[in-house]
């Protein structure tokens, strides 16, 4: 399964790697993607979102879970 996390206090490439580093020592994911740039964290595993935001936040991180329904429910398409 897939789990997407916003990171907003992840500034710099230091903090990538650590990230990273974190993300290595957490049982369950297969793999992981850390983008900088946009702050975003994409764990792929059989792990629960709540394992992984645990393991981010000891690593002194505030991941933020995005549900990937976060992105397409609620919102209105207007056809004219």
């Not at 500034?11 to 974190?22: D, G, P, S, V, Y």
């Not at 297969?30 to 992984?52: H, M, R, T, Y």
């Not at 981010?56 to 933020?64: D, F, Q, R, S």
């Amino acid at each position: 399964m897939d789990h997407l996390f916003f990171v907003p206090d992840m500034t710099c490439n230091h903090c990538k790697l650590n990230i990273e580093k974190a993300l290595k020592t957490i049982e369950g994911i297969e793999e992981f993607q850390v983008d900088l740039e946009n702050k975003l964290v994409k764990v792929k595993g059989n792990i629960s979102p709540e394992s992984i935001k645990e393991g981010l936040e000891k690593a002194g991180y505030t991941p933020i879970f995005k549900d990937k329904r976060e992105t397409t429910e609620g919102k209105i398409c207007r056809y004219e």
